[in-house]
């Protein structure tokens, strides 16, 4: 079977401290996989080096069932994989558009494009379009976004990701610092990124939402994946059970 991003027996060290250790991990395209673990057990690694920020010591990575060297995170970019990390990486003092494009600004045709001017309109019809493909209400396409909501940053973020992901889209802890109307669009919002076809990781510490928006959890536990379950066919105390290593004892 081809996966839209595989990983095969990554390891990474840093010195004498092992945080992977030989780690597997599957994302299908058009699902969403939540990833799961205690503090420490390599999720966040994990992450750093499918998207391109940290390089493995040993192992492989697949997209589409070919094999990848991702040196930096614009490699995994330009491979379809884009990250909404917990502190969102937005620029507070640009509006939401400048936002959207940054990194990837559309130049003005002709020789106003040579100069370095950039075609604003085509970057805010951009823009709107990415927001009402996922269903994303932002207040203000010109107010800077340090001055909106943490829901409203949190949208931009995630169209943003969407707009650009062909792949595969990370999530990491989307709903940590948010009240419960807010975390309910964004949970919202990650179901249309899957129903565009694209695989996405839903990396978060609450089970409760795990159960809710995945369709597989994968458990890690040391470095390692330990557990790949189908949602609807797992609880929260088999999940806690497998994060912790109660399932092992109760086996042995």
């Not at 075609?119 to 209400?137: I, K, N, P, V």
Request: proline content about 2%.
């Amino acid at each position: 079977m081809s996966y839209a991003l595989e990983a095969r027996d990554i390891v990474r060290h840093y010195g004498h401290v092992e945080a992977l250790r030989g780690c597997n991990f599957t994302v299908k395209a058009g699902e969403v996989t939540a990833l799961i673990g205690d503090n420490g057990a390599g999720k966040s690694t994990l992450v750093r080096i499918l998207s391109g920020t940290e390089q493995p010591n040993g192992g492989e990575i697949l997209v589409e069932g070919k094999s990848v060297v991702f040196n930096t995170p614009a490699e995994a970019r330009d491979a379809g994989i884009e990250t909404v990390f917990q502190d969102l990486a937005l620029c507070s003092h640009l509006n939401a558009v400048q936002n959207m494009y940054l990194g990837r600004e559309v130049p003005r045709k002709g020789f106003m494009g040579k100069l370095g001017f950039m075609d604003y309109d085509a970057m805010r019809a951009g823009s709107e379009e990415a927001f009402r493909d996922l269903g994303a209400t932002v207040r203000s396409l010109t107010a800077n976004v340090g001055s909106m909501s943490g829901g409203q940053r949190q949208s931009i973020a995630v169209a943003r990701s969407a707009a650009w992901a062909s792949k595969v889209l990370f999530f990491d802890e989307p709903t940590a610092a948010l009240g419960v109307v807010q975390k309910k669009n964004v949970l919202d919002l990650v179901r249309r990124v899957r129903d565009k076809g694209i695989g996405v990781v839903f990396i978060s510490h609450s089970m409760p939402e795990v159960l809710d928006i995945a369709d597989r959890v994968q458990v890690m536990r040391r470095g390692k994946t330990i557990a790949d379950y189908k949602a609807s066919e797992t609880n929260l105390e088999e999940l806690v059970g497998a994060m912790t290593g109660r399932l092992d004892e109760v086996g042995n």
